[in-house]
């Protein structure tokens, strides 16, 4: 029997059967490839979600490109349907972490402890959890509060004499320990500070910032949770604002904060976070904040 062998677009059926294997090896390539690729399942959960923004996403696409590791977000609101979903996700695939927040990890303790050759991380969460496989990651700011402060010395260098600059420090009760740790408090006569004390009325906050605010000042350090928002508020009122530098707790989120002449903001990087833990050969506990200058 004769075989046509000539004809425009024929193929001989030895070719044919060797061009069908080598698409069979291809496709079975790219499949063990795909499966070789560690993967990572972040569970956000729907109060956790407005803390990550919207660069989010593409903050996690950067994390899969550095890291080599394929990176699964699932959305999680607080119901049965959803720990159900999880649960079914972590049994069909193979997870070298799981990223959480503080209430999740409550939330599915029972799924921490089934599947426990899964390492979880807890973000901002202290370490110490009852099981081997929950690691709490904590955020450190000193290193990176020195940082911000080596990063002013050098722009105040060639502004202001270190003798002449005035500085004015906002700062909630809690977070003292760690402005005094990291070398911002230095009780010179041109240093002052204004403590927000915990539960304080709005008003009375209001009233000490206007008198602070009022006068001259070359560095505002914010760390002071709620007040953070009436301070910007209220130093944008400020003829005098053109002139004042800041540094604070994840003031560039605030609208106009670049049109002040030195701004650094510091913030909480989970995607950073999760980075670093990824190229790192074992867990840290803690990780420091994110820096960041518009």
């Not at 923004?53 to 696409?61: D, L, N, T």
């Not at 426990?116 to 099981?131: I, K, N, Q, R, Y």
């Not at 002139?243 to 106009?256: A, D, K, M, T, Y």
Request: aromatic share 10%.
């Amino acid at each position: 029997m004769k075989v046509a062998s000539s004809g425009k677009g024929t193929l001989h059926p030895f070719r044919g059967a060797l061009w069908i294997q080598w698409i069979g090896w291809v496709v079975l390539f790219v499949a063990l490839q795909s499966c070789s690729i560690p993967q990572v399942l972040w569970i956000v959960d729907s109060l956790w979600a407005p803390v990550l923004g919207e660069e989010f996403p593409h903050q996690i696409s950067t994390v899969e490109r550095e890291s080599g590791y394929r990176i699964k977000t699932v959305p999680y609101s607080y119901q049965e349907s959803d720990r159900v979903a999880i649960e079914k996700i972590l049994g069909e695939g193979t997870y070298s972490y799981v990223v959480l927040s503080p209430y999740v990890s409550m939330e599915l303790e029972a799924l921490e402890v089934r599947f426990s050759g899964v390492t979880f991380l807890c973000m901002d969460a202290p370490e110490g959890s009852p099981l081997a496989n929950v690691r709490g990651i904590s955020f450190d700011p000193v290193p990176t509060l020195k940082e911000a402060l080596k990063r002013w010395e050098r722009y105040r260098s060639t502004k202001i004499p270190p003798d002449k600059e005035r500085k004015l420090l906002i700062l909630g009760k809690d977070s003292l320990p760690v402005f005094q740790e990291s070398g911002f408090m230095e009780s010179t006569r041109n240093e002052r500070l204004l403590v927000i004390p915990n539960g304080e009325a709005e008003e009375v906050t209001r009233k000490n910032l206007r008198r602070e605010l009022a006068q001259p000042v070359d560095l505002l350090v914010i760390w002071a949770g709620k007040a953070t928002a009436l301070t910007l508020e209220i130093l944008s009122g400020l003829e005098n604002r053109k002139s004042v530098n800041l540094i604070g707790l994840e003031i560039h989120r605030f609208p106009g904060i670049e049109a002040y002449p030195f701004v650094v903001s510091l913030y909480k990087d989970y995607a950073g976070a999760l980075s670093q833990i990824l190229k790192s050969p074992s867990v840290p506990s803690q990780v420091p904040y994110s820096m960041f200058s518009p």
